[in-house]
C-alpha cells in the first residue's frame, strides 16, 4: 500500500514539474522574442595585474518572425574595428557574418572560430545572443539563492542540429523576473567552464537588463567585462538596420 500511495505522489507531481519547466523557460524566450534595443558601452578585458584593456562597441538587436538578429559594431580603438552580425533561429541554424575596413563583403565565421571574440576567447561572439533557452534538452535543477536572489537554476543542453560552441548551460534564473544572475556555460571538447555573472539587473520599459555582464574563465584569473553605458530599449529597429551591406560600411 505504501508503494503504491508513493507511485501515485510521483505521478500526481510529474505534470507540476513539467509545467514548472514550461514556466521557467518561457521568461527568457519571451524577452528573446520581443527584443527591440540599442545599446553602446565597452568590452574590457581585465588582465591578472589588473592591466585594462577596453574596446568601444555598440550593439542593436531585433526579434524577426523566427530569427533573432544582433549587429555588433566594435567602433574603438581603430586598429580593433570590426561589424559581427548574428542571426540565432530557435531550429539551431544558428549564424555569424563578419566584416573588417576594406572588406568588400562579410564572410561567414566558421563554427570553430566562434569561440573567439574581439578581445579573446573570454566573451566570444556567440555570447552575444542565447541559443541555449530553445535547445530541445530543458531541465529544472533546482531553486536555490544566489546572493540576495532567490533563482530557478536551469540545464539546457543542444540537439545535433544546434550550431554552438557548448555542450551544456546551466542559467540561475531569478525566480521573480526570469532574468539570470549567472550562467555557467561548458565548452565542448573540454574541461573549460565560463561563467558570466549579471550585475546592476534595472527595469526600463517594462524590460529587464544588466549594466553589467562579468564573463571569467573557472581557475584562471582574469576577466572581461561588458559594461553598457547607454541605450534604448524599444529601439523600432526594422530589416533595414540590418541589411548585409552595413556591415562593410565603416
Same mark, same amino acid.
Given at each position: 500500500?505504501?508503494?503504491?500511495?508513493?507511485?501515485?505522489?510521483?505521478?500526481?507531481?510529474?505534470?507540476?514539474?513539467?509545467?514548472?519547466?514550461?514556466?521557467?523557460?518561457?521568461?527568457?524566450?519571451?524577452?528573446?522574442?520581443?527584443?527591440?534595443?540599442?545599446?553602446?558601452?565597452?568590452?574590457?578585458?581585465?588582465?591578472?595585474?589588473?592591466?585594462?584593456?577596453?574596446?568601444?562597441?555598440?550593439?542593436?538587436?531585433?526579434?524577426?518572425?523566427?530569427?533573432?538578429?544582433?549587429?555588433? #559594431?566594435?567602433?574603438?580603438?581603430?586598429?580593433?574595428?570590426?561589424?559581427?552580425?548574428? #542571426?540565432?533561429?530557435?531550429?539551431?541554424?544558428?549564424?555569424?557574418?563578419?566584416?573588417?575596413?576594406?572588406?568588400? #563583403?562579410?564572410?561567414?565565421?566558421?563554427?570553430?572560430?566562434?569561440?573567439?571574440?574581439?578581445?579573446?576567447?573570454?566573451?566570444?561572439?556567440?555570447?552575444?545572443?542565447?541559443?541555449?533557452?530553445?535547445?530541445?534538452?530543458?531541465?529544472?535543477?533546482?531553486?536555490?539563492?544566489?546572493?540576495?536572489?532567490?533563482?530557478?537554476?536551469?540545464?539546457?543542453?543542444?540537439?545535433?542540429?544546434?550550431?554552438?560552441?557548448?555542450?551544456?548551460?546551466?542559467?540561475?534564473?531569478?525566480?521573480?523576473?526570469?532574468?539570470?544572475?549567472?550562467?555557467?556555460?561548458?565548452?565542448?571538447?573540454?574541461?573549460?567552464?565560463?561563467?558570466?555573472?549579471?550585475?546592476?539587473?534595472?527595469?526600463?520599459?517594462?524590460?529587464?537588463?544588466?549594466?553589467?555582464?562579468?564573463?571569467?574563465?573557472?581557475?584562471?584569473?582574469?576577466?572581461?567585462?561588458?559594461?553598457?553605458?547607454?541605450?534604448?530599449?524599444?529601439?523600432?529597429?526594422?530589416?533595414?538596420?540590418?541589411?548585409?551591406?552595413?556591415?562593410?560600411?565603416?
Amino acid at each position: 500500500m505504501r508503494s503504491l500511495a508513493l507511485l501515485a505522489l510521483v505521478a500526481a507531481c510529474l505534470p507540476a514539474r513539467a509545467a514548472d519547466l514550461h514556466a521557467i523557460l518561457a521568461t527568457p524566450r519571451h524577452r528573446i522574442e520581443t527584443a527591440d534595443f540599442r545599446i553602446t558601452g565597452r568590452l574590457v578585458q581585465v588582465a591578472p595585474s589588473g592591466n585594462r584593456t577596453s574596446d568601444s562597441l555598440s550593439i542593436r538587436a531585433h526579434w524577426f518572425p523566427g530569427v533573432l538578429r544582433v549587429l555588433v #559594431e566594435i567602433t574603438a580603438p581603430p586598429a580593433a574595428r570590426e561589424h559581427i552580425l548574428l #542571426e540565432m533561429r530557435p531550429d539551431g541554424r544558428n549564424s555569424i557574418l563578419i566584416a573588417h575596413p576594406g572588406d568588400a #563583403e562579410p564572410r561567414p565565421l566558421p563554427l570553430d572560430q566562434w569561440s573567439d571574440g574581439p578581445l579573446g576567447p573570454v566573451f566570444s561572439y556567440e555570447d552575444f545572443i542565447d541559443p541555449q533557452y530553445f535547445w530541445p534538452d530543458q531541465s529544472f535543477v533546482e531553486t536555490t539563492t544566489f546572493g540576495a536572489r532567490n533563482c530557478n537554476v536551469l540545464k539546457s543542453s543542444p540537439g545535433p542540429q544546434d550550431r554552438t560552441r557548448y555542450s551544456q548551460v546551466e542559467s540561475w534564473l531569478d525566480t521573480k523576473i526570469g532574468f539570470p544572475v549567472q550562467v555557467h556555460k561548458s565548452v565542448k571538447g573540454s574541461a573549460r567552464e565560463m561563467v558570466f555573472t549579471y550585475l546592476g539587473l534595472r527595469q526600463e520599459a517594462g524590460v529587464w537588463s544588466a549594466s553589467q555582464i562579468e564573463a571569467r574563465i573557472v581557475g584562471r584569473p582574469g576577466s572581461t567585462l561588458l559594461l553598457i553605458e547607454r541605450g534604448s530599449p524599444r529601439a523600432h529597429l526594422t530589416l533595414q538596420d540590418f541589411r548585409p551591406e552595413l556591415l562593410t560600411r565603416f
